[in-house]
Nanobody, 117 residues
Framework: QVQLVESGGGLVQAGGSLRLSCAASGRTLTGYAMNWFRQAPENEREFVARITWSGGNTDYADSVKGRFTISRDNPKNTVYLQMNSLKVEDTAVYYC??????????WGQGTQVTVSS
């Protein structure tokens, strides 16, 4: 079993930056691709970014390309999401998810990001 805990959320002004972390415990993230999702009030949960186990491949939602960067530190069992040039519409609860082919196996509890104008 893997437990995922997100941190790093908070309140920031538009144009600012935050770095989210997703720390895994219980077992390693060996072999798991990792994802970030977000959910704003009254919206569906949406994909934000993905990184493969090796870190060699990343993918982003069009809405965050060029502003967000996903990375991982496998020895630390941690995944990061660097968010720059934040916009009000980035306000949401951000979740990390561990992925095996075909399914998101583990989810964190989420961390709130609020961007003010």
């Amino acid at each position: 079993q893997v437990q995922l805990v997100e941190s790093g959320g908070g309140l920031v002004q538009a144009g600012g930056s935050l770095r989210l972390s997703c720390a895994a415990s219980g077992r390693t993230l060996t072999g798991y691709a990792m994802n970030w999702f977000r959910q704003a009030p009254e919206n569906e949960r949406e994909f934000v970014a993905r990184i493969t186990w090796s870190g060699g491949n990343t993918d982003y939602a069009d809405s965050v390309k060029g502003r967000f960067t996903i990375s991982r530190d496998n020895p630390k069992n941690t995944v990061y999401l660097q968010m720059n040039s934040l916009k009000v519409e980035d306000t949401a609860v951000y979740y990390c998810a561990a992925e095996r082919p075909g399914s998101y196996v583990y989810w964190g509890q989420g961390t709130q990001v609020t961007v003010s104008s």
